[in-house]
C-alpha cells in the first residue's frame, strides 16, 4: 500500500454520506446534460469524421465519370440527361431583412442565373413570404424561427426549410452563375467543400423531400442553444455551415449526399471560401449587404468553422492546463500559510 491512498477512497473514508452525494449529483448533472454533451460533441468532433469515406460521397471522375473542370459540359447544359434530373428545375433566392431585395446589384447577379436557366421556377424570399411560409409548412419551428437571436440563423433555417418543401437550388445572392447548373442535377443532394472541413450552405441542390435535408430541418431545435454565449459559435453550431456538416458527417450512408470538391491535386477548385471564382461561379462577397452582422459572422455561418472549432477545443485544453498549473504551485504557499 506504500501508504498511499487516492483523493476519492480518503473523502469516501472520512465523509461517505458527503461522498455518495456528490456522486449521485455528479451523474444526475450528467444525465441532465446528456443531449448536451452529445450535442458538443458531435460538433466537436467534425473535423475528425468529415473526411471518413470522402472516396464514397465527393463527386469523381473515377466513381461518377463527372468533370470536375466543367469544361466538357455546354454552358447551357440545365439538364443531366442522359442522366434523370433528380433536382426539379427551381431556384430559391432569400433576401430578409433589409437584405438584398433592396439593392439593384444583387438583384442583377441574381437575374443572370436565372437568364441561364430559362423556364425554371423561381422563389425570392422576403419577410412576408418567408412567414407565412414557415407558419404553413412548419407551425411547430415557427416560434423558434421567430426568435433566432441572429437574422442569420433565419436565412439558414429557412434555407433547409424551402429546400425540404419545393426541392431545387439555394444560392447565395452574391453567388454569380458562370454556366448552368444542369450536370449536377443527376445527384439527390449537393453542396460545395468548405475549408477545412464540410459544406458550404450557400449553395445547395437537392431533389424535392430529399431526407437528408429534412433531417437538416428536423435537427434545428435540438441544436438551437446559445453555444458559449457568443455569436460565432452560436450561428455556426445551431444552423450554419457547420451545423449542417456535422449532421452530413453522422449520416449512417452519405453516398447520395454529394460534395462537390477539386481533384486530389486541386482540392480547393470549387470552395467558396473568400471571393473567387471557380468553375461554376463567383462568389462576390456579400458582407456589404448584411447590415445587420458583422461580415465574420456571415462568413463563417456560411463557409465553416472548422478552424474555430479546432481553436476552441484548443483554448479549453490550454485553459485547464494553466488551472492544474496554477492550483499546484499554489498548494504548497496555502500548506505554508
Ligand atoms: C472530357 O472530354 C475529353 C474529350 O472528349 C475526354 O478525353 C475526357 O476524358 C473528358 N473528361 C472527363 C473528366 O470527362
Ligand atoms: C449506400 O447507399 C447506396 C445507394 O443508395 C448503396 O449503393 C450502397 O451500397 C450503400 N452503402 C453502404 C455501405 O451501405
Known sequence: MMGIISAPARVYRTHPILFSCSIALLVFGLLCARHLLHDAWTLAALPFLWFRHAD????????????????????????????????PPVFHHISLG??????SKWMDVRQDCLDMH??????LWTDDMADSFVAKQFPELKHMWDTYRYPIQKIDALRYMVLYHYGGI????????????????????????????????GFMMASKRNAFVGKLVRNLPRYNRNWLGLPYPAVMFSTGCHYASTIHAFQHNRSELKILAGPKDNFKLHSLNGPVSTPIFNHLGSSSWHSYDAAMIVT?????????????????GVTFFVIRRTKRRREPVMLKA
Not at 456560411?302 to 479549453?316: I, R, S, Y
Request: proline residues 4%; charged residues 20%; contains cysteine.
Open 170 to 201: 439555394v444560392l447565395d445572392m452574391d453567388l454569380q452563375c458562370k454556366r448552368a447548373l444542369g450536370p449536377l442535377r443527376r445527384f439527390e443532394f449537393v453542396s460545395t467543400e468548405a475549408h477545412p472541413a464540410g459544406f458550404s450552405i
Open 118 to 123: 430559362p423556364g425554371w421556377e423561381a422563389f
Open 300 to 316: 463563417i455561418g456560411k463557409f465553416g468553422g472548422g478552424k474555430t472549432v479546432l481553436l476552441l477545443v484548443g483554448a479549453v
Open 56 to 87: 464514397r460521397f465527393m463527386i469523381s471522375a473515377e466513381a461518377d465519370g463527372f468533370d470536375l473542370s466543367f469544361a466538357n459540359y455546354s454552358e447551357h447544359q440545365v439538364s443531366a440527361a442522359p442522366f434523370a434530373d433528380r433536382v
Open 98 to 103: 433589409s437584405g438584398a431585395a433592396s439593392h
